[in-house]
């Protein structure tokens, strides 16, 4: 297996006294999609929010290519989009998504591109705040792929699109992977998790299952992720 | 710190403010009704002369430290700053950036009030550039306390109560009702370490001085003293991580 892009090895976290991530240890493969998913609750903002460095660690480490997650040197090379649109609402889309191409050194025509990346070139010239939710966070998805990251985190990306504009998501994820990005994408929905290369199923702050969408059917011996889903979390159930 | 982060997140405040022209509507009419209501509350050019010039210094500082207050608080609550954090742009950008829009602003909205007021009859015996000066001088210090406090508040809702925490106590004892001298001992300590009684007193010096004072010269540095230590101390409070 290819050396992991995102390496988290023993992370605790504790917010508000309680613990949310347990000793958690990870590796995240170069160039593939990777959903991350897991109940609310189950501690996936939360790692995804160490992964990009601004999540205070309890203990353990967090390594984003090589570098402590954070770093300075990573501030262009991880682009993150959190799970409520992290957007201007006083400002228009290009107005969003040009000031934080100057915040991320990005050139100038990176703005059109991510613009059209997302969908969002008629409504360039609009206010941010009077568009709909899944607008904003087309907005938000914008700004992430400004410049030339390397690793794409997404906390929840497709949250109130319609089933075409997901589709159109998608496949730019994939374009993104085949070009040698790697995602991590976070989501509720089990039918996007079968569009991932791989899985990461969190419960209660640890992580439990990580493989294929086919691996997990064929192990639960299921045919919809639903099914498989549901299949774990039982078992895990009645074992503990 | 780099030149095009700082002037790109000036420029981005003030594109912010441009899409609600109704709050700019509020910053320069409120400031400009309240002198004519004190102009015709005393209903005497002389006594309005001698109250109008510290309030020069006292509304700009009031006004930016709301709308600054609230603007970053926003900036915190919808998870931008976060979003900041993770970028290269560097914490003086943003913080030094802010100060320049709405400087920028607060200069604009001095203007109209100065030249209101003296429509109404306020005058002075220096001159109006260095009552400009420290009116600008006082705003940027609003612009840092406002900066600084949103530090402290967790929602708009508090944020907008902190306005009467850090600046009524600095009006009632800037000097601006009392002299500060004829206050009580206890009274002068705690006025003296309040920046907002220096703006008072260098713009005291204007009007009473036809040539520069070297009190005004040292209240004004101690205006910009305080406006740094305030800048500073609110990028302390800017995290890359939380908890």
């Not at chain 1, 591109?113 to 998805?141: A, F, K, N, P, Y």
């Not at chain 1, 993104?176 to 995602?183: E, K, N, P, Q, Y």
């Not at chain 2, 220096?126 to 967790?154: D, N, P, Q």
Request: charged share 15%; glycine share 8%; aromatic share 4%.
């Amino acid at each position: 297996m290819a050396a992991s892009v995102v390496e988290c090895d023993r992370l605790v976290v504790v917010r508000g006294g309680a613990e949310v991530l347990h000793e958690l240890t990870v590796g995240i493969r170069p160039g593939a999609i990777t959903g991350l998913l897991g109940p609310s609750g189950s501690g996936k903002t939360t790692l995804i929010r160490s992964i990009v460095g601004t999540q205070v660690i309890t203990s353990g480490t967090v390594t984003v290519l090589g570098q402590p997650a954070g770093s300075p040197a990573l501030r262009r090379l991880v682009g993150y989009s959190s799970q409520s649109a992290a957007v201007y609402d006083d400002l228009t889309v290009r107005e969003n998504v040009r000031y934080f191409a100057a915040a991320l050194g990005a050139a100038e025509p990176d703005v059109e591109r991510v613009i059209e990346q997302v969908d969002l070139d008629q409504e360039s010239t609009r206010l941010t705040g009077r568009l709909s939710g899944g607008e904003r966070s087309r907005v938000s998805l914008a700004v992430a792929l400004l410049g030339a990251p390397q690793v794409l985190v997404l906390d929840e990306p497709t949250v109130g699109l319609d089933p075409v504009l997901r589709e159109h998501l998608w496949s730019l994820f994939r374009s993104l992977a085949d070009a040698g990005i790697t995602l991590l994408v976070s989501s509720h929905v089990m039918d996007e998790a079968e569009r991932c290369d791989e899985l990461l199923l969190m419960r209660a702050g640890a992580v439990i299952a990580q493989e294929s969408p086919q691996q997990l059917k064929d192990r639960t011996g299921t045919t919809t992720m639903d099914a498989a889903f549901l299949h774990l979390i039982e078992s895990l159930g009645t074992a503990a | 710190m780099s030149l095009t982060v700082t002037m790109a997140t000036a420029r981005r405040v003030l594109t912010q403010l441009r899409h609600d022209p109704r709050s700019i509507a509020i910053l320069i009419a409120v400031p400009t009704v309240l002198m004519i209501l004190l102009r015709y509350v005393f209903n005497s050019a002389e006594v309005f002369s001698g109250l109008a010039p510290a309030l020069l210094g006292v509304f700009p500082l009031t006004f930016m430290f709301i709308i600054t207050s609230v603007t970053m608080l926003r900036e915190r609550a919808s998870g931008t700053l976060e979003r900041l954090m993770t970028t290269p742009l560097s914490k003086l950008d943003l913080l030094v950036g802010y100060a320049l829009a709405f400087g920028l602003f607060a200069l604009v909205q001095v203007l109209i009030v100065v030249g209101v007021s003296v429509l109404l009859g306020m005058t002075l015996l220096g001159s109006l550039g260095w009552l400009l000066v420290v009116t600008s001088l006082a705003a940027e210090l609003g612009v840092a306390l406002g900066l600084l406090a949103s530090a402290f508040a967790r929602t708009e809702f508090q944020a907008i109560q902190l306005m009467p925490v850090v600046v009524f106590p600095q009006l009632l004892l800037c000097g601006l009702f009392t002299p500060r001298d004829q206050m009580a001992t206890v009274l002068q300590w705690v006025s003296n370490v309040m920046p907002m009684s220096y703006a008072v007193s260098a713009i005291t010096q204007v009007t009473a001085h036809s040539s520069l004072t070297t009190t005004y010269v040292r209240d004004a540095l101690i205006v910009a003293g305080c406006t740094v230590v305030a800048l500073v101390l609110a990028a302390t409070s800017l995290r890359r991580q939380t908890p």
